[in-house]
């Protein structure tokens, strides 16, 4: 309180909205607020007149003191304003006296607010914006004031999500990635799990660059890949990883040839890999086939053998480790084979017979259309033969054979097997018509000895004897070139010692062969003589009998001559006899025997002859009338025969 000229008159402090002055003297004053109560203004001076005896009441009215709080919401990194943030304002008693949001701008400003201590806390971030979690303490101390606030707030990372598959849509683990800026700083690493999901977080806006550093056991590492990583977004991506493939180049060869084979079944496993436990089949044909696989270790085994081979049981194995890589797997099968034992044989003796010519063509197997020709030997012959059917035929028959024309056919398999065929030949026979002929008559003659020797051909060295009869005879002949010749003459008959020839060369030919003899012929000489003076006589009566020869029982009978007489005789045997004496000599009885037996043997033959004595007794006896008597006697009788042969020369 003080006087009208400024004097401190008294001071004093309100209480409950009031202030007493007591024991004033009247009089003008001016009353002064030296002190407003906290959060109010000092109000303006007052006059006041003090009457005596009186209470003088005056107002003062105080003006609290009030301000605004504004809050500028900005990106803490650009420190560009941010719409949309929201904050709550709170008094000293916890109480929300206000709640603001930036514009576009980025400020929040509260209205008016009394003289007090605030609390200022963001409830609802930006979009994409972190929320800023913070108690920012703000007091309206100054009457009117604007308390400016700013906030900062970070904007909220984004992630990147990945799904590793494969191309099969496997989902891959252990696939290994770089994250990278845009300068090519690895900004984290991380690998996909079982699920095949590769997560980087809490990453912040931008653009990255994905790097697969390492692709799962099997498969390709896919191309970098730019993101682009956006605030509170969760940018997805799904990466396929390609399976490292290769190529199997397979074909079924013979594993003599190495010609392609087709026709076997062939199984391939993978035992370890992306297709673990899968297999596949495949025939093969006449040509290397390919396919097309994941990387991994594999497996192939022949199940069944193309037709005509052996099962290869042997389990091969390839792996496939990069991509593009080329395997080459041959699967080598030997052929079935069986052994043709096969010989050339005579129907009807059953040996082997050389010299046929047989060709023996596959007609169904491995050598289809495939043919050879060999040549019978005297042994059985052995062929190794793939499996398959057969025929043999014999294209030209061994020399003194029928041409056999029959097909035979035969079967080859299983492997070993063995296979044995006959190629039966009859031999090429023809007749041999053969006859002794007397060379004279033409007609047989029967006793010959003839021997028969096959000089060429089946029966080569072989050789055979008959006897000639009295009709043309028949052998039946092995084709072949043949001698025969006469090795003992009938008897009567000179030994033709000419070797004839012929010869067999087709079936039923008919040889006709005669052997011509000449009859054994000798000469006879014959002499009458007188058995004492060894005198030729003529005028006796002679027979001549054939007893044994070929003119057996043919007799001549001649009368000799004084010269002797001479006779061309056939072989064989001969007597000779007085049929009567000459005149004056004894009948003889003796027959001479002689045999004629070698061609142009000459014998000298005499019958001897006694003269009669005569006794003259006077008496007329007729002499004649005993000479019948003297025929018996000479025939009865034994009388001198001289004989000589002599060969003829010739």
């Given at each position: 309180?003080?006087?009208?000229?400024?004097?401190?008159?008294?001071?004093?402090?309100?209480?409950?909205?009031?202030?007493?002055?007591?024991?004033?003297?009247?009089?003008?004053?001016?009353?002064?607020?030296?002190?407003?109560?906290?959060?109010?203004?000092?109000?303006?001076?007052?006059?006041?007149?003090?009457?005596?005896?009186?209470?003088?009441?005056?107002?003062?009215?105080?003006?609290?003191?009030?301000?605004?709080?504004?809050?500028?919401?900005?990106?803490?990194?650009?420190?560009?304003?941010?719409?949309?943030?929201?904050?709550?304002?709170?008094?000293?008693?916890?109480?929300?006296?206000?709640?603001?949001?930036?514009?576009?701008?980025?400020?929040?400003?509260?209205?008016?607010?009394?003289?007090?201590?605030?609390?200022?806390?963001?409830?609802?971030?930006?979009?994409?914006?972190?929320?800023?979690?913070?108690?920012?303490?703000?007091?309206?101390?100054?009457?009117?004031?604007?308390?400016?606030?700013?906030?900062?707030?970070?904007?909220?990372?984004?992630?990147?999500?990945?799904?590793?598959?494969?191309?099969?849509?496997?989902?891959?683990?252990?696939?290994?990635?770089?994250?990278?800026d845009t300068n090519g700083k690895v900004i984290a690493?991380?690998?996909?799990?079982?699920?095949?999901?590769?997560?980087?977080?809490?990453?912040?806006?931008?653009?990255?660059?994905?790097?697969?550093?390492?692709?799962?056991?099997?498969?390709?590492?896919?191309?970098?890949?730019?993101?682009?990583?956006?605030?509170?977004?969760?940018?997805?991506?799904?990466?396929?990883?390609?399976?490292?493939?290769?190529?199997?180049?397979?074909?079924?060869?013979?594993?003599?040839?190495?010609?392609?084979?087709?026709?076997?079944?062939?199984?391939?496993?993978?035992?370890?890999?992306?297709?673990?436990?899968?297999?596949?089949?495949?025939?093969?044909?006449?040509?290397?086939?390919?396919?097309?696989?994941?990387?991994?270790?594999?497996?192939?085994?022949?199940?069944?053998?193309?037709?005509?081979?052996?099962?290869?049981?042997?389990?091969?194995?390839?792996?496939?480790?990069?991509?593009?890589?080329?395997?080459?797997?041959?699967?080598?099968?030997?052929?079935?084979?069986?052994?043709?034992?096969?010989?050339?044989?005579?129907?009807?003796?059953?040996?082997?017979?050389?010299?046929?010519?047989?060709?023996?063509?596959?007609?169904?197997?491995?050598?289809?259309?495939?043919?050879?020709?060999?040549?019978?030997?005297?042994?059985?012959?052995?062929?190794?033969?793939?499996?398959?059917?057969?025929?043999?035929?014999?294209?030209?028959?061994?020399?003194?054979?029928?041409?056999?024309?029959?097909?035979?056919?035969?079967?080859?398999?299983?492997?070993?097997?063995?296979?044995?065929?006959?190629?039966?030949?009859?031999?090429?026979?023809?007749?041999?018509?053969?006859?002794?002929?007397?060379?004279?008559?033409?007609?047989?003659?029967?006793?010959?000895?003839?021997?028969?020797?096959?000089?060429?051909?089946?029966?080569?060295?072989?050789?055979?004897?008959?006897?000639?009869?009295?009709?043309?005879?028949?052998?039946?002949?092995?084709?072949?070139?043949?001698?025969?010749?006469?090795t003992q003459a009938p008897k009567g008959y000179e030994?033709?010692?000419?070797?004839?020839?012929?010869?067999?060369?087709?079936?039923?030919?008919?040889?006709?062969?005669?052997?011509?003899?000449?009859?054994?012929?000798?000469?006879?000489?014959?002499?009458?003589?007188?058995?004492?003076?060894?005198?030729?006589?003529?005028?006796?009566?002679?027979?001549?009998?054939?007893?044994?020869?070929?003119?057996?029982?043919?007799?001549?009978?001649?009368?000799?001559?004084?010269?002797?007489?001479?006779?061309?005789?056939?072989?064989?045997?001969?007597?000779?006899?007085?049929?009567?004496?000459?005149?004056?000599?004894?009948?003889?009885?003796?027959?001479?025997?002689?045999?004629?037996?070698?061609?142009?043997?000459?014998?000298?033959?005499?019958?001897?002859?006694?003269?009669?004595?005569?006794?003259?007794?006077?008496?007329?006896?007729?002499?004649?009338?005993?000479?019948?008597?003297?025929?018996?006697?000479?025939?009865?009788?034994?009388?001198?025969?001289?004989?000589?042969?002599?060969?003829?020369?010739?």
């Amino acid at each position: 309180l003080k006087s009208t000229d400024g004097s401190k008159i008294a001071e004093t402090a309100s209480e409950n909205g009031k202030a007493v002055f007591n024991d004033i003297k009247p009089a003008d004053y001016i009353l002064e607020e030296t002190e407003a109560p906290t959060g109010y203004l000092i109000t303006n001076p007052v006059n006041v007149t003090v009457k005596p005896n009186k209470v003088s009441t005056v107002e003062m009215v105080d003006t609290q003191i009030k301000g605004k709080i504004q809050i500028l919401k900005i990106d803490g990194e650009t420190q560009k304003p941010l719409k949309g943030a929201e904050f709550e304002v709170k008094n000293a008693n916890g109480e929300r006296v206000a709640t603001i949001i930036s514009g576009d701008d980025g400020i929040a400003e509260t209205g008016v607010l009394p003289f007090a201590n605030y609390v200022i806390k963001e409830i609802k971030a930006p979009d994409k914006y972190t929320l800023d979690g913070k108690e920012y303490p703000v007091s309206i101390s100054k009457h009117m004031e604007t308390v400016k606030l700013t906030v900062a707030n970070t904007k909220k990372n984004g992630s990147i999500e990945i799904i590793k598959k494969g191309d099969d849509g496997k989902l891959l683990e252990g696939a290994e990635f770089n994250l990278e800026d845009t300068n090519g700083k690895v900004i984290a690493t991380q690998k996909s799990n079982k699920d095949g999901k590769v997560v980087f977080s809490d990453l912040k806006e931008g653009n990255y660059v994905l790097k697969e550093v390492k692709a799962p056991k099997g498969y390709n590492i896919v191309n970098p890949v730019n993101v682009e990583v956006k605030a509170d977004e969760v940018t997805k991506l799904d990466l396929t990883d390609k399976a490292t493939t290769g190529k199997l180049l397979i074909k079924k060869i013979d594993v003599a040839t190495g010609k392609e084979v087709p026709g076997a079944k062939i199984k391939i496993t993978c035992i370890e890999g992306l297709d673990k436990g899968k297999s596949f089949e495949f025939v093969s044909t006449d040509k290397e086939q390919e396919f097309t696989l994941k990387a991994g270790q594999y497996e192939f085994v022949e199940t069944q053998a193309p037709k005509g081979y052996e099962l290869n049981r042997e389990v091969g194995k390839f792996e496939i480790t990069k991509e593009g890589q080329v395997v080459k797997c041959d699967v080598k099968d030997k052929a079935t084979t069986g052994k043709l034992l096969i010989k050339k044989v005579d129907v009807a003796t059953g040996k082997e017979v050389p010299g046929a010519k047989i060709k023996i063509t596959c007609t169904e197997g491995l050598d289809k259309g495939k043919a050879f020709e060999f040549i019978s030997t005297d042994k059985e012959q052995e062929f190794t033969l793939k499996a398959g059917q057969y025929e043999f035929v014999e294209t030209q028959a061994p020399k003194g054979y029928e041409l056999n024309k029959e097909v035979g056919k035969f079967e080859i398999t299983k492997e070993g097997q063995v296979v044995k065929c006959d190629v039966k030949d009859k031999a090429t026979t023809g007749k041999l018509l053969i006859k002794k002929v007397d060379v004279a008559t033409g007609k047989e003659v029967p006793g010959a000895k003839i021997k028969v020797i096959c000089t060429e051909g089946l029966d080569k060295g072989k050789s055979f004897e008959f006897v000639s009869t009295d009709k043309e005879q028949e052998f039946t002949l092995k084709a072949g070139q043949y001698e025969y010749v006469e090795t003992q003459a009938p008897k009567g008959y000179e030994l033709n010692k000419e070797v004839g020839k012929f010869e067999i060369t087709k079936e039923g030919q008919i040889v006709k062969c005669d052997v011509k003899d000449s009859k054994t012929t000798g000469k006879l000489v014959f002499k009458k003589v007188d058995s004492k003076t060894g005198e030729v006589l003529d005028g006796a009566e002679i027979k001549l009998v054939c007893t044994e020869g070929l003119d057996k029982g043919k007799e001549i009978t001649f009368t000799s001559k004084k010269e002797g007489n001479e006779f061309d005789l056939l072989a064989g045997e001969y007597e000779i006899s007085e049929l009567k004496a000459p005149e004056g000599y004894e009948l003889t009885k003796e027959i001479k025997k002689f045999t004629v037996n070698k061609q142009g043997e000459v014998v000298n033959c005499t019958l001897d002859n006694t003269k009669f004595e005569i006794v003259k007794t006077g008496s007329n006896f007729d002499v004649n009338a005993l000479i019948p008597f003297g025929i018996i006697l000479v025939a009865g009788g034994l009388g001198a025969l001289i004989l000589s042969k002599k060969r003829k020369l010739s």
